[in-house]
């Protein structure tokens, strides 16, 4: 034995990694936007735990803003060098390509917008928000807290939240990491979608359903991962991408996880027939929250789609395109035919999404480079001209807060010729309208999806486009050839944060239509960096 430990002692076995050597390499630039948006929704728990009351609506709004601003600056400070190929970084575990870094830059901007929305104490004295979420509805306090000037402050840090959730989401090299990330830009919406100061029923109801329907897709989601992880042996996206392309072991997990994968992802984007859950959250949300999601959420969730296709499926692409050529005419057909029996108008823009959802799968399944960058003009455009139409919502307004009922818009021309114009102006943009962002969006779509060879899907797309135009037709016939009825809503003025978004999203909506050059060639910027 004495012996033995001094042969150990004068040749000691060769060193193993040491600790330094186990750390992943972070490229600190690469991931300084979400650093702040995240780092900055830690902040807003902190003020809302040592700021008194009454100041954490202005300490917020300017944390927020200056948290957005200031991840912008460094997203465009670093895309400035950025390598074309894309990087990894944090262990392989976030990738940051063109792609992510345009998802990163929509979604921050149309954050910015719809902070603007939420802030916004004028058209709803004290706020869009509940000034205090425990209060029960239906009671005395509960009616109080209608006419109170406060609102509830923590949808500041719960946005940020929400936010960094999405940025790593589209950004997401495994699908553990997108995982993660998906139950952070879910949870703090689940709760957003209950915080409305009136109408609280149908507040607290729209966000029950969203979280009972949004736990069914995550789970769909994980066991969809669990099953992939146990074909491929990883949850890298390259990974799977390797297995599926020269493995000798059964398909039978790989097409059983990606479907279950895709219908979680599908859930999220809204995308029919995975889409019951959108026409209740979107109308009983509070219509800020409402935007930040049809706008925000959609990004993110297709920006995942377009990763997990492009990165970990292409290679089987013969096997499932089929099927999502299918979930994409469902998806067009119920946004266009339903939406024309619909009386309230942000049900009738939830069911547009629907459609809008089913035009932008199109341009998924294309896995070309016009498909992506088509698809990422897409996205851009769609987002700020649905923030702006949300933010015109809600100024038409009664006793009982917002007339979203079909009836109470008529006639609405005669009582606010600005309102109606620029209502009418986003409505023609959804409908894809020439000299506006919707008409560019979906034509670079479109094309994208002929030079693949889809034209009977480009089809059936037109087709449904022409539905859907009706019910948006039928709004502006109703505002401007209907008579208002003499005791019909009012048109609120909109303070300074609503006239903001409004105008952004009107001007972007304009700008892409007439001069969508500058966006398009930034979109085809570059591919999905996996390795």
Same mark, same amino acid.
């Given at each position: 034995?004495?012996?033995?430990?001094l042969?150990? &002692?004068? %040749?000691?076995?060769?060193?193993?990694?040491?600790?330094?050597?186990?750390?992943?390499?972070?490229?600190?630039?690469?991931?300084?936007?979400? *650093?702040?948006?995240?780092?900055?929704?830690?902040?807003?728990? &902190?003020?809302?735990?040592?700021?008194?009351?009454?100041?954490?609506?202005?300490?917020?709004?300017?944390?927020t803003?200056?948290?957005?601003?200031?991840?912008?600056?460094? *997203?465009?400070?670093?895309?400035?060098?950025?390598? /074309?190929?894309?990087?990894?970084?944090?262990?392989?575990?976030?990738?940051?390509?063109?792609?992510? +870094?345009?998802?990163?830059?929509?979604?921050?901007?149309?954050?910015?917008v719809?902070?603007?929305l939420?802030?916004?104490?004028?058209? !709803?004295?004290?706020?869009?928000?509940?000034?205090?979420?425990?209060?029960?509805?239906?009671?005395?306090?509960?009616?109080?807290?209608?006419? /109170?000037?406060? +609102?509830?402050?923590?949808?500041?840090?719960?946005?940020?939240?929400?936010l960094?959730g999405?940025?790593?989401f589209?950004?997401?090299?495994?699908?553990?990491? +997108?995982f993660?990330?998906? !139950?952070?830009?879910?949870?703090?919406?689940?709760?957003?979608?209950? @915080? $409305?100061?009136?109408?609280?029923?149908? #507040?607290?109801?729209?966000?029950?359903?969203?979280? *009972?329907l949004g736990?069914?897709?995550?789970?769909?989601?994980?066991?969809?991962? /669990?099953?992939?992880? =146990?074909?491929?042996?990883?949850?890298?996206?390259?990974?799977?991408?390797?297995?599926?392309?020269?493995?000798?072991?059964?398909d039978t997990?790989?097409?059983?996880?990606?479907?279950?994968?895709?219908?979680?992802?599908?859930?999220?984007?809204?995308?029919?027939?995975?889409?019951?859950?959108?026409?209740d959250?979107?109308?009983?949300?509070?219509?800020?929250?409402? $935007?930040?999601?049809?706008?925000?959420?959609?990004?993110?969730?297709? =920006?995942?789609?377009?990763?997990?296709?492009?990165?970990?499926? !292409?290679?089987t692409?013969?096997?499932?395109?089929?099927?999502?050529?299918?979930?994409?005419?469902?998806?067009m057909?119920?946004?266009?035919?339903?939406? @024309?029996?619909q009386?309230?108008?942000?049900?009738?823009?939830?069911?547009?999404?629907?459609?809008?959802?089913?035009?932008?799968?199109?341009?998924?399944?294309?896995?070309?480079?016009?498909?992506?960058?088509?698809?990422?003009?897409?996205?851009?455009?769609?987002?700020?001209?649905?923030?702006?139409?949300?933010?015109?919502?809600?100024?038409?307004?009664?006793?009982?807060?917002?007339?979203?009922? &079909?009836?109470?818009?008529?006639?609405?021309?005669?009582?606010?010729?600005?309102?109606?114009?620029?209502?009418?102006?986003?409505?023609?943009?959804?409908?894809?309208?020439?000299?506006?962002s919707?008409?560019?969006?979906?034509?670079?779509?479109?094309? $994208?999806?002929l030079s693949?060879?889809?034209?009977?899907?480009?089809?059936?797309?037109?087709?449904?486009?022409a539905?859907?135009?009706?019910?948006?037709?039928?709004?502006?016939?109703? +505002?401007?050839?209907?008579?208002?009825?003499? %005791?019909?809503?009012?048109?609120?003025?909109?303070?300074?944060?609503t006239?903001?978004?409004?105008?952004?999203?009107?001007?972007?909506?304009?700008?892409?239509?007439?001069?969508? #050059?500058?966006?398009?060639?930034?979109?085809?910027?570059?591919?999905?960096?996996?390795?």
């Open positions: 034995m004495t012996s033995g430990l042969t150990l &002692l004068q %040749d000691p076995p060769p060193a193993g990694p040491s600790v330094k050597d186990q750390i992943p390499a972070i490229n600190y630039p690469a991931v300084l936007p979400v *650093l702040i948006v995240l780092g900055a929704a830690c902040v807003g728990v &902190l003020v809302e735990a040592f700021i008194p009351r009454h100041q954490r609506w202005a300490a917020q709004l300017v944390l803003l200056a948290a957005l601003a200031g991840a912008g600056v460094a *997203l465009a400070s670093y895309g400035a060098d950025a390598p /074309a190929a894309g990087e990894l970084t944090l262990a392989s575990t976030i990738s940051i390509d063109q792609p992510a +870094m345009f998802l990163w830059a929509t979604l921050l901007a149309l954050g910015f719809a902070v603007l939420l802030a916004d104490r004028s058209v !709803e004295p004290g706020g869009y928000l509940v000034s205090d979420a425990a209060v029960r509805p239906g009671t005395v306090q509960d009616r109080a807290q209608a006419s /109170a000037t406060g +609102m509830q402050t923590e949808v500041f840090p719960l946005t940020l939240f929400a960094g999405m940025m790593i589209c950004a997401a090299n495994d699908l553990l990491t +997108m993660i990330a998906l !139950e952070v830009l879910s949870l703090p919406l689940y709760l957003m979608c209950g @915080l $409305a100061r009136r109408r609280r029923l149908l #507040s607290q109801e729209a966000a029950v359903k969203y979280f *009972l736990a069914f897709a995550s789970a769909f989601f994980l066991y969809g991962l /669990a099953l992939l992880y =146990g074909y491929a042996g990883s949850v890298r996206l390259a990974d799977i991408s390797a297995a599926a392309a020269g493995s000798d072991r059964s997990l790989l097409f059983a996880g990606m479907g279950l994968l895709v219908v979680g992802l599908l859930f999220k984007a809204s995308v029919g027939p995975f889409h019951t859950w959108t026409p959250v979107y109308q009983g949300a509070p219509t800020p929250v409402t $935007a930040f999601m049809a706008a925000c959420t959609k990004v993110a969730a297709f =920006g995942g789609i377009l990763r997990v296709l492009t990165v970990a499926f !292409e290679s692409s013969w096997e499932w395109r089929g099927v999502l050529w299918g979930v994409a005419i469902v998806s057909l119920i946004g266009a035919v339903l939406g @024309l029996t009386t309230d108008v942000k049900r009738m823009i939830a069911y547009s999404s629907i459609a809008h959802a089913g035009f932008i799968l199109v341009g998924c399944i294309a896995l070309t480079p016009e498909g992506l960058s088509g698809t990422l003009f897409y996205l851009l455009t769609y987002g700020f001209t649905t923030i702006a139409a949300f933010a015109v919502i809600s100024l038409v307004r009664d006793a009982d807060g917002e007339a979203t009922h &079909l009836s109470q818009w008529a006639g609405l021309a005669r009582r606010s010729p600005l309102v109606a114009a620029v209502f009418t102006f986003l409505l023609l943009a959804l409908a894809g309208i020439p000299l506006t919707g008409f560019v969006g979906k034509f670079v779509v479109f094309q $994208a999806a693949d060879g889809m034209a009977p899907l480009v089809v059936i797309a037109l087709v449904a486009s539905v859907a135009a009706f019910f948006y037709l039928r709004v502006i016939v109703l +505002m401007y050839f209907s008579e208002p009825a003499a %005791d019909g809503p009012a048109v609120s003025v909109p303070g300074a944060f006239t903001a978004a409004i105008t952004l999203g009107v001007l972007v909506t304009l700008a892409l239509g007439v001069a969508p #050059s500058l966006a398009l060639d930034w979109a085809a910027g570059g591919v999905f960096a996996a390795r």
